[in-house]
């Protein structure tokens, strides 16, 4: 080291001998010496000032290298007191901020200070080196001129000593300053290792309090509440929530929100998809939406405008919680205050407690389906006692029903072997239960020589049929028959195996008693038909008599026998009149038996139902002109039937003359109406009109309502009752009425345009039937 600095100083002095040596002998500073004296004594090219510096510089050299020594001599002493300064600072810094791992910068005054004197130096030293130069020649003395070398070596010695000090002070500095960087950066990571730390061991702290209360006996709600509570208080956050999203995916709902500051919860907000689209996208793709600038993230756009602003949130970290690949719901951490950075184990512990709320989801869905399933264990056993008990009490009254039916009961195997049978079976067919159990329906039952139909009835049901009323003869134990009506099907048993059950009713009795029936009504039926040929016969054999006793009376009125006085001819036509009331009488009558016994022949044709009308309009002329009264008949051209003509002209006529009858004004309409199936005539009339008594027995025999009318109108009671027997019994079709009192009258009469064939036996039938 002490070789080093010697060298130093001997290049140094090597060097400002050279510099002096050169000076002195080199002529090119020989002759910048001469241009300067010379330019100090003829300073015509120059301008005044340099020359007057000049010729001044000549003049004071002396003053002026002695001057320049001096400041030489101060500057050196100033860096000699400054690089003693310099070196106690580092010294302090090395003992003191490496310790103590601070860093503190170089004063800057004295850095400043330190510049000024090396330039001060630097500028001195070259000043007085060029002085010497150029007043070389003016000095008498040469050995001035040596001195002054002298002096300039030794300050170039002790200058460059003291840079060279300074110089090394200042790497040192550099050194050290880099050092006690290293260190701040050391000591700065540390710290946040230490908060990391600090940090970490709140977070698993809250964490395994929270994993502690994740049990069944915390409810979700409670659960959320104290996850909600230890998140804010272990991240510093002003308000975090716990959201669950709604079954369609279209909307948020908070399940809990807490503030910090004022430590309460609330719930039930709802955020709806359709007004945060960029929020609802974003939670779908990230498990955790870091936002540390709210105003920056594309995540939290939806809410710049109005909610951060006016709640002054500046950050969002929000961790997804999810659910057999779903997302279920969010926890939601809104920082109030400037933006903030999560840090990753913050991220992390958001992430944490996102899955500690899915397990508290998964833990009450599990316990939900667990209660359920003890509930229906409980259910499903309380029904299986209700059954059972209802079985049993079924089963009870089965039996009892068994044993006291009136029916005869048999359970057979698929071999027809019996495997039960009712008291009631024991005592129809004679034979004990106890007998019969094991034995063949067809060994004990079927009669001889029916084997045929019993092997048909039982194929039958093996093959699934289901018999229902068969009449059947059955064997019984003493030999005898019994006839049975037996139902019989083949059902499963507790086991799956075919049972027959055999039902039967003994209708021996039934069927003697059917048999005298029988019996008795066609005595009746008989006697009956005989008593409507005897009215038939004997009402024709009055008609007879009593058609030429109408011929004669007319031939009579119409004074072809002689000239009548005005009492017989009032008398007579008295008499005409009732002759033939009783005609039609008659007719009806006979019309009638003929009916009921069956007998009366009928007539089919074809033909055009406006001739009818054509006919019933010609016939009933007179009573519309006696009673002056409008009939309008309104029927479409073109319309055929195939049936009786002759009874329907009776049945439309007799309906038209009693509407004319009962009518004292106004008029009288026949609609025929084509109908798709069938035939409508519609006659309606101004009239009397049927009280609702009178309704009832319209259409019975003999039947006249009472009415003003009864007296002045002849009748017979008959009409309307022939009218409908004709219509329903031989024609097929139907009449009903309609009618208001003093309002009129409405018969509606239906036929098929095809009537249908009535045979005389059937005939019979219907009747009965009435
Ligand atoms: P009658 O020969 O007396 O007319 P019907 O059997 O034809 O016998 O009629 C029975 C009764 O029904 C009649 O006596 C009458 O009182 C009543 N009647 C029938 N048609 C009409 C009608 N269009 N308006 C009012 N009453 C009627």
């Known amino acids: ?90 010294q302090y810094k090395l003992s003191t901020s490496i310790d103590q791992r601070r860093f503190m910068m170089t004063d800057p005054a004295l850095l400043q200070k330190i510049r000024l004197s090396r330039i001060g130096f630097m500028i001195a030293l070259v000043a007085i080196f060029i002085l010497i130069t150029v007043t070389y020649q003016s000095y008498r003395n040469q050995l001035i001129v040596q001195f002054f070398a002298l002096g300039v070596f030794l300050f170039n010695i002790s200058g460059t000593y003291f840079f060279g000090s300074l110089k090394r002070a200042g790497q040192m500095e550099r050194l050290v300053n880099r050092l006690n960087l290293y260190h701040q950066n050391k000591d700065e990571a540390q710290e946040k290792l230490v908060q990391a730390d600090k940090r970490l061991q709140r977070q698993t702290a809250s964490l395994a309090y929270l994993a502690s209360h994740l049990n069944k006996q915390t409810s979700s709600q409670l659960f959320y509440q104290a996850l909600i509570k230890q998140s804010a208080e272990t991240l510093s956050v002003a308000r975090v929530s716990v959201w669950m999203y709604s079954a369609d ?51 939290t ?30 926890i939601c951490h809104e920082h109030v205050g400037p933006a903030r950075e999560w840090t990753l184990d913050e991220q992390n512990y958001a992430g944490s407690l996102a899955d500690l709320a899915r397990l508290t989801v998964e833990l009450h869905r599990r316990q939900k389906v667990e209660t359920d399933l003890v509930e229906h264990q409980e259910n499903f056993e309380d029904m299986l006692k209700t059954r059972t008990a209802s079985i049993e009490s079924n089963a009870k009254l089965f039996r009892f029903l068994v044993e006291r039916a009136p029916v005869t009961i048999l359970y057979m195997n698929a071999a027809n072997e019996i495997i039960e049978m009712n008291p009631e079976a024991e005592r129809i067919t004679g034979y004990s239960r106890d007998y019969a159990i094991g ?34 003869l059955i064997r019984r134990a003493d030999g ?110 006979i019309d009638i038996s003929k009916i009921e016994a069956g007998f009366l022949e009928t007539h089919q044709m074809t033909f055009d139902i406006k001739e009818v009308m054509h006919d019933v309009s010609h016939a009933v002329q007179h009573l519309v002109i006696e009673r002056k009264l409008n009939l309008q008949i309104e029927c479409p051209e073109g319309i055929t039937l195939d049936s009786d003509r002759k009874r329907l002209y009776q049945v439309v006529l007799n309906v038209v003359s009693n509407a004319l009858k009962y009518t004292e004004k106004g008029h009288v309409s026949v609609k025929v109406i084509p109908l798709p199936e069938q035939l409508e005539i519609v006659v309606a009339d101004t009239g009397i009109g049927i009280d609702e008594a009178g309704l009832a027995k319209l259409f019975k025999p003999f039947e006249r309502i009472d009415s003003r009318l009864k007296i002045k109108t002849l009748g017979t009671g008959l009409g309307l009752y022939l009218t409908h027997k004709i219509l329903t019994l031989l024609l097929g079709g139907s009449i009903t009425v309609n009618s208001k009192v003093e309002q009129g009258s409405t018969f509606t009469m239906r036929l098929p345009y095809q009537m249908p064939e009535v045979e005389a036996g059937k005939l019979v039938n219907i009747l009965e039937g009435q």
């Not at 936002?291 to 995540?299: L, M």
Request: net charge negative.
């Open 249 to 299: 995916k279209q909307q948020l709902v908070c399940e809990a929100l807490y503030e910090l500051k004022t430590q309460a919860y609330t719930q039930g907000q709802v955020l709806v998809a359709n007004d945060f689209p960029h929020y609802f996208d974003a939670l779908k793709q990230a498990r955790v939406v870091v936002a540390d600038d709210v105003y920056q993230h594309s995540a």
């Open 1 to 90: 080291m002490v070789f080093k600095q010697l060298l130093r100083v001997a290049c140094v002095a090597s060097l400002s001998v050279l510099a002096i040596a050169v000076v002195s002998a080199f002529p090119l500073f020989e002759e910048m010496a001469l241009t300067a004296n010379r330019l100090a004594h003829h300073p015509t090219n120059l301008p005044s000032q340099a020359h007057a510096l000049l010729a001044w510089v000549q003049v004071y050299k002396m003053e002026l290298t002695f001057g320049m020594f001096l400041t030489l001599g101060v500057l050196t002493f100033a860096l000699f007191i400054l690089d003693r300064e310099f070196r106690a600072h580092l």
């Open 439 to 472: 034995r063949t329906y067809q060994s004990l039952f079927v009669p001889e020589g029916m084997t045929g139909e019993h092997e048909a009835l039982s194929s039958d049901v093996f093959f699934g049929n289901k018999i229902q009323g068969q009449e059947m």
């Open 480 to 589: 005898s028959t019994t006839e049975l009506s037996i139902s019989r099907s083949m059902e499963l048993d507790a086991e799956g195996n075919p049972v027959i059950i055999s039902i039967g009713q003994d209708i021996s009795q039934q069927k003697a008693l059917e048999a005298s029936l029988i019996k008795a009504r066609e005595a009746a039926e008989s006697a009956d038909r005989i008593k409507s040929m005897f009215v038939a016969s004997m009402s024709h054999e009055l008609r007879t008599p009593l058609n030429s006793i109408i011929g004669f009376l007319g031939v009579v009125l119409q004074g072809m026998s002689g000239e009548l006085n005005v009492k017989q001819k009032d008398q007579l036509g008295r008499a005409y009149a009732s002759s033939k009331h009783l005609l039609s009488l008659i007719s009806d009558v």
């Open 301 to 330: 756009q939806d809410f710049v405008v109005d909610y951060f602003p006016s709640q002054q949130i500046g950050a969002l970290l929000d961790a997804t919680i999810w659910h057999d690949d779903e997302m279920i719901g969010v």
